[in-house]
């Protein structure tokens, strides 16, 4: 049933809805009748401007300002806010010393460094802190972290990256201690290897090869099922019916924990 779920007229916050895993989660919410807001840096190819339960609002979720105005908006608006999905990430393949090429473009730096941490946690801890404000005094509430496989086993190339997705996993863990005796749950999901999307661009594909000294067309393989025990990549849309199921009152008695979705892929 498609209200099995009860999620219709929820105002529901998803951040980087814009595109990849976000944008199918923005998705099969609409579906679902939950009124979404979808923050990002931009409004992505998707128009859904018939739909009358979507807003898009342009924000950079590593601007404290910018959150609070956001977040500000839809409280006036809406008067509640039931549920936040924390989904904006960047990731950039980068090596701790680069044996190659020291100092190189694929060595981890200041620059890459702050992005992924200003992106990945700080604006976590933004929205979770603006959000959790007026949940606190609803009494009630659900913040989803989208964090990684490689946030729980790690991953060659992508340390900073990783440390990031771990962090939103202790977050889970902590704000579930903290939040929970407020009637908030608060919940993390780590996806593993999915079907490709727009965020797997050649760049991306270059410079992690790069790091595990190998090609593009070795790297691409390792995307096969051969890697997974359940014999594919992942859907978009199976990460996002899990969120929606995490987000309803079906899932009213887990928080503190994240759930790998990798098709049974681990470091064993």
Known sequence: MQNWLNLENKVIIVTGGASGI?????????????????????PGDRDFSRQENYRYWPCDISRLAEVQEVI??????????DGLVNNAGVNFPRLLVDEKEQFGRYELNEAAFEKMVNINQKGVVFMSQAVARL?????????????SESGLEGSEGQSCYAATKAALNSFTRSWSKELGKHGIRVVGVAPGILEKTGLRTPEYEEALAWTRNISVEQLRAGYTKNAIPIGRAGRLGEVADFICYLLSDRASYITGVTTNIAGGKTRG
């Open 22 to 42: 976000g944008l199918a989660i923005v998705e099969e919410l609409l579906r679902q009748g939950a009124v979404v807001q979808m923050v990002d840096i931009h």
């Open 72 to 81: 500000s908006h839809i409280t006036e608006q809406y008067g509640r806010i």
């Open 135 to 147: 949940m606190l005094s609803q009494r009630d509430g659900v913040i989803v972290n989208v964090s």
